[in-house]
């Protein structure tokens, strides 16, 4: 760093018992004047009094700045952890835990050009937070404080913060940055020098304190270094007595007081609230990080304006001319697709125009009531403030007041909107930096896309699988050709709204087509069905990454999903449609995963079935969940067209899938910046709607090599596994024929490329005794477990529901509590957006699987205590007032929520009855098992189904179970 400057620094001198800040051999006249080439690192500390619903106000403030680091006090936050805002940057909070009162708060607000240099975050509590980072070669500590009003306090609070500091790595740099809540005060040589109208006062207790663990520290007090006018020093204001004060402060360790430029308050930062924004300025030598490049605009087409007829007219009649210039002999299908693509891209461009989307504009979906009309009231709010610093009469304080409200009305009707439209669209129903593979971090936007690439492309391309095979002769066949008919009505099930692929064609644009655009398509259609080939766009995916949870830098914390071009998914659709009419009649019945009229629920009633009876009749069951090793993106190709032949599918159809896979590759896009192409040799395409049919067919291939063993029986039916996907249960009667069809399910695994993984498949046995059943898959033991959560519902070794239904209100209490403070008591939301949330969020969770319950008394009971916990506080009331649940159902228009129940129970028997007589789901609802003696348990159902099945007489009253 450059060489030291003298100037005022903070410290102890002992006489009489007071504490002065004392001068050193010269004082500062003025803010450095530095080369401007030098590197500046821009601080602030702000306590804003409540950062809820300010975010995006907040970084258009300290953007306006340029600031760097941000200390903020008083957020009111709740929990610790991270959160990115608005135009990348980061928020690192500290707060109070949940059901405790908000009273202080820390957070420290992150540039995004310095999101790669954090090393760690610690927060201490609601008053005390660390951030480390490296910044232009040198370890800086930042810590944020918030100090206590009473004086009685502020010992244990400087004990905290001195433990924090301790704990800083040696050799490195210190920043405070905050509301110390402590006057310092200035000896007589200092006050003689400022020209300040009104002098601050003298040390409080507080400030005695703070001076001393500042000189026993060797830590400076940056606020009194420079001289500057007393607005431009007081940090806190009390307009209505006429007090102010200087409390925030930015304090440094003894290596960074000579390179402090300047240290003064911003009056123009504007956050509603009674404290200034402090800025400190840092010379800095060494190299700045740089930050991965974001596009400087983001522009998209207006496709929703295709909704509106005239515009959708004119899009239709500028594709028909496209069409009447494309000749009458099919070329091949590149460029047949180019011409398709830019005719799209052209009618689209011209008729609904385009418009600058994202944080280019300040938008941002993080905040979506962040709208124009909140925009303007808070823009009118800061001039108002302005207006005010500027005259200060009792007129412009009336006029910010007045502006102050009018902002607040708008964020709270914006806020009340957003949460509307959410529990609707509900109830309808980045990252800047990386590690690389050995955890060297990249900053740099190749490096970043690069390793984005490397890390998919060794993710969805092992090295274990089995290679593909050829085509054989006979798959050469011509067949029938694709008709109008089948492609309209797939486009016409295209759901709006959805994101494009490489192409960037909406489904929008697909929707909109009339007679002559949709003929176009199905010619293209036609071309590829041919052909046996289909453009490289329909086989380009992009993988765009989501993030989970742990460290964002580190690439396996993410989920990747993929984007495939729409009018290749239609093409797809069309084909899964075809290879579904063959393959169907030919799944087991075991299998309910991506099949038409079956669910979860299925597969959830048949085990519930299995569990009443055997518990019953003392039969005993063995049981093992298996869990495969990322199987969709394990299937070997060449194992899927075999199994495609011998599931009965011809030979032309089977090209024409294959097509979709010869050049099948991804790219990975991130923070608008796009990788290079990869292929993807391995695995079913993500996205596709052919995928799920192919893989249920692999699976249900594999089930059958299971099979062999006797499984469980219930009368003349067998049952020896449960599929859904490749969620897979094996039953069997002992744990001899249970480890038999364990090893031949495992070796049907393995000869078609997938692995079981042992870490997560476990055992379970159903017995009134306790029974030890030890699995193996080769020389590993799976674990044997006394309950299993199967499709998310939790079943036991003791065949009981009960815990399934502690657990779900368990589960809906927990959301209750969650949503306590940001949605139920809210004020600002009305009840419309307050019962969306309750109808979408609140009553799935605590009703999932009750197709399954016994509503006995006390199940209804607790339900229902449940239900209305959530009402009541939504309609403002306790138990202590004594209103009927009846009167607050009808006052709010929700019905009873065991009414919903038992209408659900009652649709779900209406398709149990409609069931086809053969189903195993029908035969296992008549029958018990045949073995073992029936005794009284009071703590199970012990009935079984007796249905009048001829003629369907149930069948009439399926419509009215579901009004």
């Known amino acids: 760093m450059g060489p030291p400057s003298r100037g005022l620094t903070t410290c102890r001198r002992g006489q009489g018992g007071r504490v002065h800040c004392v001068l050193g051999s010269s004082r500062r006249q003025g803010p450095w004047q530095s080369d401007p080439r030098l590197h500046k690192l821009a601080l602030g500390t702000w306590n804003v009094t409540s950062l809820v619903g300010k975010e995006p106000e907040l970084v258009r403030e300290v953007e306006k ?7 903020l006090t008083s957020t009111h936050g709740k929990g610790s952890g991270t959160s990115l805002l608005e135009r990348g940057w980061t928020l690192y909070h500290s707060g109070v835990a949940n059901g405790e009162r908000r009273r202080a708060g820390v957070a420290i607000l992150v540039a995004p050009q310095l999101s790669a240099c954090i090393l760690e975050f610690t927060p201490v509590d609601e008053r005390v937070a660390s951030l480390r980072l490296r910044v232009g070669g040198r370890i800086l500590t930042v810590v944020c404080a918030y100090g206590p009003n009473s004086s009685s306090a502020y010992p244990p609070f400087l004990e905290s913060l001195e433990g924090v500091l301790e704990s800083a790595p040696s050799g490195g740099s210190l920043i405070l940055l905050g509301d110390f809540n402590a006057h310092v ?11 300040w109208e009104e002098r601050p006062p003298d040390l409080n207790p507080s400030g005695v304190l703070l001076l001393d663990f500042c000189a026993r520290l060797r830590l400076s007090i940056t606020n009194t270094l420079f001289r500057h006018k007393g607005v431009h020093m007081c940090t806190w204001h009390q307009d209505a007595l006429g007090r102010r004060s200087m409390i925030d402060f930015v304090v440094v360790s003894s290596d960074l007081r000579p390179h402090v430029l300047d240290t003064r308050v911003k009056r123009g ?98 905040t979506r009531w962040w709208t124009p009309a909140v925009r303007d009231a808070v823009k009118l709010k800061k001039e108002s403030y302005r207006a005010l610093l500027a005259c200060g009469t009792p007129e412009a304080a009336d006029g910010y ?128 069905w041919t052909s046996g ?97 990322k199987a969709f993106d394990r299937v070997p190709r060449g194992v899927l067209w075999g199994v495609l032949r011998e599931y009965g599918v011809s030979g032309p159809l089977i090209r024409a899938v294959r097509s979709l896979y010869d050049r099948c590759q991804s790219l990975v896009r991130i923070a608008g910046s796009k990788s290079n192409s990869f292929p993807v040799r391995v695995g079913l395409r993500q996205g596709c709607p052919l995928s799920p049919i192919l893989f249920i067919i692999v699976m249900d291939r594999i089930s059958r090599c299971s099979h062999g063993v006797e499984g469980v029986r219930f009368g003349d039916l067998r049952i020896r596994s449960l599929l859904f996907a490749d969620d897979v249960v094996l039953l069997a009667s002992s744990a001899r024929d249970l480890q038999l069809s364990l090893d031949r399910f495992a070796a049907a695994c393995e000869a078609a490329g997938m692995k079981i993984s042992t870490s997560k498949s476990e055992a379970m046995v159903l017995n009134r005794k306790k029974v030890e059943c030890l699995l193996r898959v080769k020389e590993e033991i799976l674990p044997q477990v006394e309950e299993f959560k199967y499709l998310g519902v939790l079943f036991t070794s003791e065949g009981r529901m ?108 209406g398709h149990l009855v409609g069931c086809p007589l053969d189903a195993s789901l029908v035969r296992c609802s008549g029958h018990v098992p045949p073995v073992g003696d029936p005794r009284e348990d009071p703590g199970h159902v012990g009935e079984t189904m007796s249905l009048d099945w001829s003629g369907n007489a149930w069948g009439s009253l399926r419509m009215s179970w579901r009004k």
Request: glycine residues 8%; charged residues 30%.
């Open 269 to 366: 930062a504007e956050l509603s609230t009674d404290h200034h924004l402090v800025v400190s300025w840092l010379r800095w030598w060494g190299r700045m990080p740089d930050r991965p490049g974001r596009p400087k605009r983001d522009v998209r087409v207006c496709w929703e304006r295709l909704a509106e007829s005239p515009v959708r007219r004119s899009f239709n009649s500028h594709l028909r001319e496209s069409f009447d210039h494309v000749p009458g002999e099919a070329g091949d299908i590149e460029s047949e697709w180019a011409m398709f693509r830019a005719s799209i891209a052209e009618a689209a461009d011209r008729c609904c125009g385009r418009k600058v989307v994202g944080a280019c504009r300040g938008g941002n979906t993080r």
């Open 802 to 909: 009960e815990r399934e239904i502690d657990r779900r209100i368990g589960a809906a209490s927990t959301v209750m509590r969650t949503l306590h403070r940001s949605v139920v008591v809210k004020r600002e939301l009305s009840r419309k957006a307050k019962l969306s949330i309750y109808r979408s969020i609140f009553v799935p969770t605590l009703t999932y699987g009750h197709e399954l319950w016994v509503m006995t008394e006390r199940t209804r009971s607790r339900v229902q205590a449940a239900e209305m916990s959530f009402l009541r506080r939504v309609a403002g009331l306790s138990l202590r007032d004594r209103v009927r649940s009846s009167a607050i159902r009808e006052e709010l228009g929700v019905e009873s929520l065991l009414l919903r129940v038992e209408r659900s129970q009652m649709g779900w028997l």
């Open 533 to 629: 080939a289909v453009p490289l766009d329909w086989q380009t995916g992009v993988v765009v990454p989501l993030f989970k949870k742990g460290d964002r830098r580190v690439c396996s914390n993410y989920r990747g999903i993929t984007l495939l071009s729409l009018p290749g998914k239609v093409y797809s659709e069309v084909l899964e449609r075809r290879v579904r009419r063959i393959v169907e009649p030919r799944i087991q019945e075991e299998q309910c995963g991506f099949r038409p009229g079956r669910g979860t629920v299925d597969q959830l009633y048949t085990l519930s079935r299995v569990f009443e009876g055997a518990w019953e009749f003392a039969q005993p069951v063995h049981m093992c969940f298996v869990d495969l090793e």
């Open 185 to 195: 005060g200035n000896d007589s040589v200092t006050v003689e020098r400022c020209d």
């Open 401 to 528: 007041r007045r502006a102050k409200r009018s902002a607040a009305t708008a964020v709270a009707k914006a806020k009340t909107r957003a949460w509307e439209e959410f529990g609707e669209d509900m109830e309808n129903d980045f990252r800047t930096a990386s590690k690389s593979g050995d955890g060297v971090l990249l900053t740099s936007t190749r490096d970043v896309v690069d390793r984005w690439k490397e890390y998919f492309e060794d993710l969805l391309n092992p090295t274990n699988t089995p290679s593909s095979e050829e085509v054989g002769p006979g798959d050469l066949e011509m067949g029938y050709h694709i008709s109008g008919a089948e492609v309209a009505e797939v486009v016409k099930k295209l759901l709006g709204g959805k994101a494009p692929g490489v192409d960037e064609i909406h489904p929008e644009f697909l929707k909109a087509l009339d007679v002559v655009g949709l003929s176009w398509l199905t010619r293209l259609c036609n071309i590829a």
């Open 65 to 71: 700045f340029r600031l760097d680091i941000v200390g």
